[in-house]
């Protein structure tokens, strides 16, 4: 099926699957998902903003789902969630429409649990050497607030300096084009757990390597 706005793959393929409604970024963070094994998350308490086929719900002990301006949605600047309320934190496409993303980024890790880990998706930063941030939601950019580019490893940095942001990159087995998404591990031993399934596929994007 065609993507959104009837847009193909930078391939030339239909880029959605018209069973689970899946695009390139999703089949590209389950294969990662699947090396990191779904086994590993059983009986953590997991939360989900923005709908997102790349992890299965059954893999968690607990599940929520936030979607902005829909009934029980959090607005991720401001998370109405003690620290370290779940183990596993996944933000789909969201970061980029809002305007406080240094806010969003500090709540997002603060609610992660000590042991856990925050998945975060934007559109492909490793597309364009330089964020183009417009400080207001631009429509004909969907209502986002900013592009990002390579160079979001430096608001990384800025925002978060002593949180290890790991870069996987991989290539969707459906269209051939290469994304990738970034993995924020709260401990040393979730940081070592990723380097070692990942293996090359990952590397330390941003802030020092625990321990």
């Not at 706005?5 to 695009?23: H, I, T, Y």
């Not at 992890?55 to 936030?66: I, K, Q, R, Y």
Request: proline fraction near 9%; hydrophobic fraction near 35%; charged fraction near 25%.
């Amino acid at each position: 099926m065609p993507g959104p706005r009837g847009r193909m793959a930078v391939s030339g393929v239909l880029p959605r699957c018209a069973g689970c409604r899946s695009l390139e970024r999703h089949r590209v963070s389950r294969v990662m998902f699947n090396r990191l094994g779904p086994g590993h998350f059983a009986g953590w308490s997991a939360i989900q903003f923005s709908p997102d086929p790349t992890v299965d719900p059954d893999w968690f002990g607990t599940f929520e789902l936030s979607i902005y301006g829909e009934p029980g949605g959090v607005d991720i600047q401001a998370i109405d969630r003690p620290d370290g309320a779940y183990e596993y934190v996944g933000c789909s496409h969201v970061l980029e429409h809002v305007g406080d993303d240094r806010a969003a980024l500090r709540e997002l890790l603060r609610i992660t649990a000590g042991r856990g880990l925050l998945y975060l998706s934007i559109p492909d930063p490793f597309a364009e050497a330089v964020t183009r941030d417009w400080g207001f939601p631009k429509p004909e950019k969907h209502g986002h607030w900013r592009v990002y580019g390579r160079d979001v490893a430096s608001r990384f940095e800025r925002y978060v300096p002593d949180q290890p942001v790991l870069a996987y990159r991989g290539t969707d087995p459906v269209t051939g084009v290469s994304t990738g998404a970034f993995l924020l591990p709260k401990s040393t031993e979730c940081y070592r757990w990723i380097r070692d399934r990942l293996g090359a596929d990952v590397e330390l994007f941003s802030g020092p390597p625990p321990g």
